[in-house]
């Protein structure tokens, strides 16, 4: 496994389990499926920012807040 698989994996075992609560929040907040899976899309890019920082964390409260 390369390196960006490595780091893939890595992110996706970390962000994985917070999407489905960030939809449900989006969900309950902006009352429309279609508008909040885009949220959570939106908020998977920026944690995938936030993980390539320095320090190698995604921002999970920032996921939240995001949302």
């Known amino acids: ?11 996706d075992a970390l962000i994985g389990p917070h999407l489905d609560a960030g939809y449900r929040t989006a969900l309950a907040i902006l ?3 279609d508008a909040a899976h885009d949220a959570v899309q ?18 999970i409260p920032g996921l939240y807040r995001t949302t």
């Open 1 to 11: 496994m390369s390196r960006g698989q490595t780091d893939r994996a890595d992110f």
């Open 31 to 33: 009352r429309d499926p």
């Open 42 to 59: 939106e908020c998977r890019l920026r944690a995938t920012a936030a993980f390539t920082r320095p320090r190698g964390e995604a921002d």
